[in-house]
């Protein structure tokens, strides 16, 4: 009887370590620093748009599957109503900076960019738009101009870094220039494979990618863009993830602003729901790998959307809007992954860049 009382003890004991182990385990896996960033940004997103998109989707989006959310102030250096350059700058780089300026300071000095210290800290680097991929929120990840309207020197500096994976529009940018240089040909030059369809694309699985979906800018969702922007995010994680180091992939759901602008409510809701898609690739991927922070913004909202009737059960949304052009509001950040807990609360758009400069571990080079 006591020898069978002792072989439960010693049993349960035994249990109950390996569940400890494997619980703490599990939780060590998730709270270390992340080795990968996915950082989305639904240009012009609030949460009007969001509870849009959910609306119309019966009342669920994959977006829903964050663990920690925060919120962000928007404005820029010289407006309390930012546009997308200042608010990309601020959150690629840190700095606060005028309307319209990429990638440098009130002084015109370049501020560099959190996608840039990933390049020097051996990490692959990714940037995906559905606009061009020249337009201001990717470009301030990666250019550093005076004007977001200076779309030719903006592809040039594209050729300045090794990014290894960009999809998007804007081939003019780099073929049909003022100074007849094809960029196109230099990037083969540099070991790129360069495609203009998409569905070739999306069978690039390793090396450097330079994917053009557009002469300038990407048709709308609902004109025939099809799955270009959970694709792409697709293919880019497959290529950037083979490096042992980790990567830095920045995804950008342009046209939710562009719906806002046009006080468009079906263009709004569809083009959320296309991001959604692409948050989706990028949870899925984060969850299967365990040590990778997605991080989901906005740089503003557009239009001053509010909801003023809507049905779960049909998806029916019904809106009003308060401006053809950005407002002023605060945007959420939603974080899942190893360091999401640094991503709550309310803090300067700016801080985005410090956070992940902490999570990541880089230190800022000396000014």
């Known amino acids: 009887m006591k020898t069978s009382i002792l072989r439960n003890t010693v049993v349960l004991i035994i249990t109950l370590l390996l569940v400890s182990f494997v619980s703490d385990k599990n939780n060590s896996e998730f709270t270390k620093k992340p080795r990968n960033i996915i950082f989305l940004i639904g240009d012009g997103m609030g949460i009007t748009q969001l509870y849009a998109g959910m609306t119309r989707n019966h009342g669920k989006l994959f977006i829903e599957e964050i663990t920690h959310v925060g919120l962000q102030k928007t404005y820029s250096a010289d407006s309390y109503i930012t546009d997308s350059a200042a608010s990309g700058t601020a959150m690629a780089s840190g700095t606060k900076t005028n309307n319209g300026v990429i990638g440098q300071d009130t002084t015109g000095a370049a501020v560099k960019s959190i996608l840039e210290y990933a390049e020097d800290n051996g990490l692959a680097t990714g940037l995906i738009s559905t606009s061009a991929i020249t337009h201001a929120t990717p470009a301030s990840f990666i250019a550093h101009v005076e004007n977001r309207g200076l779309y030719e020197d903006i592809a040039a500096d594209f050729l300045k870094i090794e990014i290894d994976v960009f999809i998007g529009g804007g ?4 073929m049909h220039r003022k100074d007849s240089v094809d960029l196109v040909e230099v990037l083969k030059g540099k070991g790129y494979s360069v495609l203009f ?10 090396g450097k990618l330079a994917g053009f979906t557009a002469d300038v800018h990407n048709p709308p969702y609902l004109q025939g863009r099809n799955d270009m922007l959970p694709e792409a995010t697709r293919t880019a994680l497959n290529i950037l993830s083979k490096n042992r180091d980790g990567f830095f992939l920045m995804v950008e759901g342009s046209q939710i602003d562009w719906g806002g602008h046009g006080n468009d409510t079906e263009y709004i809701i569809s083009e959320m729901l296309d991001f959604d898609r692409a948050i989706k690739e990028a949870l899925d991927f984060a969850m299967n790998d365990k040590n990778t922070l997605v991080v989901i913004t906005a740089d503003h909202e557009t239009g001053g959307m509010s909801l003023i009737g ?4 049909s998806g029916e949304v019904t809106a009003n ?3 053809t052009g950005h407002t002023g509001v605060m945007v959420p950040v939603y974080s899942y992954g190893p360091g999401a807990e640094e991503f709550t609360g309310i803090y300067e758009n700016t801080d985005l860049f410090e956070k992940f400069m902490k999570v990541y571990g880089f230190k800022k080079d000396r000014e």
């Not at 081939?171 to 780099?174: G, Q, T």
């Not at 369809?197 to 390793?206: A, F, H, L, P, S």
């Not at 809507?310 to 059960?313: A, I, L, S, V």
């Open 171 to 174: 081939a003019d940018h780099f």
């Open 197 to 206: 369809d998409m569905e070739q694309i999306t069978r690039v699985e390793k």
């Open 310 to 313: 809507g049905d779960f059960k």
């Open 321 to 323: 809007y308060g401006s």
